[in-house]
T-cell receptor
Framework: GENVEQHPSTLSVQEGDSAVIKCTYSDSASNYFPWYKQELGKRPQLIID?????GEKKDQRIAVTLNKTAKHFSLHITETQPEDSAVYFCAASINWGNQFYFGTGTSLTVIP | DAGITQSPRHKVTETGTPVTLRCHQT?????MYWYRQDPGHGLRLIHY???????DKGEVSDGYSVSRSKTEDFLLTLESATSSQTSVYFC?????????????FGPGTRLTVT
């Protein structure tokens, strides 16, 4: 099956700086890549996603890039704010989402 | 949040006892999933369903069974709970489509097996 690796496991940034989280996947058949944010004690929530026919997608301060050749995708958060502090998960999906494979998560701390 | 509820939200049970967790949705989505979340492992798929009475195994299905007799309900059963099944369990739903299926998660159930 698919194997998704996520780095780093923890990340601390100063407020206003950018944060980058990277994921790699193993199965070239994966074609849908969502990112989730999970605050402490809460459910994971979808924040952005990208499909394999697109190289980059932006939504305000959040962007995701996909390199299909290298089989990696990244989450970029600009102008970080304390409320961005959370655990972020990447995921990859084969066959249009019958199964999702998650990375192990990145704990982001934004220092005021 | 999408219309997804899980019950119970917290449960403590003893080793060897059967446990059933319930996921209920009001979105009429076709796909439903059960995940477990453990430190250092992220979210791992236990079982999923792609329609009433249609289910399949995920990557960590041993020791778990599921049933889906109605579109809105997806049950996860631990036939004989073990301490290794102490975890937070999340249900998720997604609708079918050809452009990728966004998943929406329920609030989670914290299960402790003593």
């Amino acid at each position: 099956g698919e194997n998704v690796e996520q780095h780093p496991s923890t990340l601390s940034v100063q407020e206003g700086d950018s944060a980058v989280i990277k994921c790699t996947y193993s199965d070239s058949a994966s074609n849908y890549f969502p990112w989730y944010k999970q605050e402490l004690g809460k459910r994971p929530q979808l924040i952005i996603d990208i499909r394999s026919n697109v190289g980059e997608k932006k939504d305000q301060r959040i962007a995701v890039t996909l390199n299909k050749t290298a089989k990696h995708f990244s989450l970029h958060i600009t102008e970080t704010q304390p409320e961005d502090s959370a655990v972020y998960f990447c995921a990859a999906s084969i066959n249009w989402g019958n199964q999702f494979y998650f990375g192990t998560g990145t704990s982001l701390t934004v220092i005021p | 949040d999408a219309g997804i509820t899980q019950s119970p939200r917290h449960k403590v049970t003893e080793t060897g006892t059967p446990v059933t967790l319930r996921c209920h949705q009001t979105e009429n989505h076709r796909y439903m999933y059960w995940y477990r979340q453990d430190p250092g492992h992220g979210l791992r798929l236990i079982h999923y369903s792609y329609g009433v009475k249609d289910t399949d195994k995920g990557e960590v299905s041993d020791g778990y069974s599921v049933s889906r007799s109605k579109t809105e309900d997806f049950l996860l059963t631990l036939e004989s709970a073990t301490s290794s099944q102490t975890s937070v369990y999340f249900c998720a739903i997604s609708e079918s489509g050809t452009s990728g299926r966004e998943q929406y998660f329920g609030p989670g159930t914290r299960l402790t097996v003593t």
